[in-house]
């Protein structure tokens, strides 16, 4: 059975304060690792898809990276505009999306 | 998120009643997803629409769910004789794994 699961469940940062989050998985042959940020009342914002172990990608303050049974999401430098829920998912076969319980992050000024 | 649409926003029920939730997305997208958020629960799948194909049921949690998706366009997710572990909020998306999901901002719905 496919889980995925992301720690901390929660974050309390200091601005300017870098941290990482992680999203372990149990299956193989993944097809995809997403990455999603989710603000309160809203649906999740995509972020970053990971194909292949050894891959990064970065946008602004975060970076992504991927590998063969986990994947991390570092946070440089976070601003209070950075506090949001992240998700991540993995993708098998069949469209669906196998999500994590996500990482509450709340960044303090 | 831009390119879905979803309503009601929030909605009341009380046990035992129907619901129908609704599903708008920008035109041109072949495929619209059904997931469900519950409280201290992940998001978790309910439902797959891709163009004239039969959907994929496999995430309903009961015979007492639904989902409908007419003209390739708008799609309905209907709970009949609501129980309350149904309050949740359910999410739809569009899209796929080659440029990402976008999804709606969602239904809150509660049973009371």
């Known amino acids: 059975e496919d889980q995925v699961t992301q720690s901390p469940e929660a974050l309390r940062l200091q601005e300017g304060e870098s941290s990482s989050l992680n999203c372990s998985y149990t299956?193989?042959?993944?097809?995809?690792l997403f990455w999603y940020r989710q603000d309160p009342g809203k649906g999740p914002e995509f972020l970053f898809t990971?194909?292949?172990a050894g891959e990064e990608k970065e946008k602004e303050r975060l970076k992504a990276t991927l590998t063969k049974k986990e994947s991390f999401l570092h946070i440089t430098a976070p601003k209070p505009e950075d506090s949001a829920t992240y998700l991540c998912?993995?993708?098998?076969?069949?469209?669906?999306?196998?999500f994590g319980g996500g990482t509450r992050v709340l960044v303090k000024p | 998120g831009a390119g879905v649409s979803q309503s009601p926003s929030n909605k009341v029920t009380e046990k035992g009643k129907d619901v129908e939730l609704r599903c708008d997305p920008i035109?041109?997208?072949?495929?619209l997803y059904w997931y469900r958020q519950s409280l201290g629960q992940g998001l978790e799948f309910l439902i797959y629409?891709?163009?004239?194909?039969?959907?994929?049921k496999s995430g309903l949690p009961s015979d007492r769910f639904s989902a409908e998706r007419t003209g390739g366009s708008v799609s309905t997710l209907t709970i009949q004789r609501t129980q309350q572990e149904d309050s949740a909020v359910y999410l739809c998306?569009?899209?796929?794994?080659?440029?990402?999901?976008?999804f709606g901002s969602g239904t809150r719905l509660t049973v009371v």
């Open positions: 299956v193989s042959g993944l097809r995809g």
């Open positions: 990971l194909y292949s």
């Open positions: 629409f891709q163009g004239n194909s039969a959907p994929d």
């Open positions: 998912a993995d993708f098998l076969a069949g469209n669906k999306l196998t």
């Open positions: 998306a569009i899209g796929g794994p080659t440029y990402g999901y976008t």
């Open positions: 035109s041109g997208h072949t495929a």
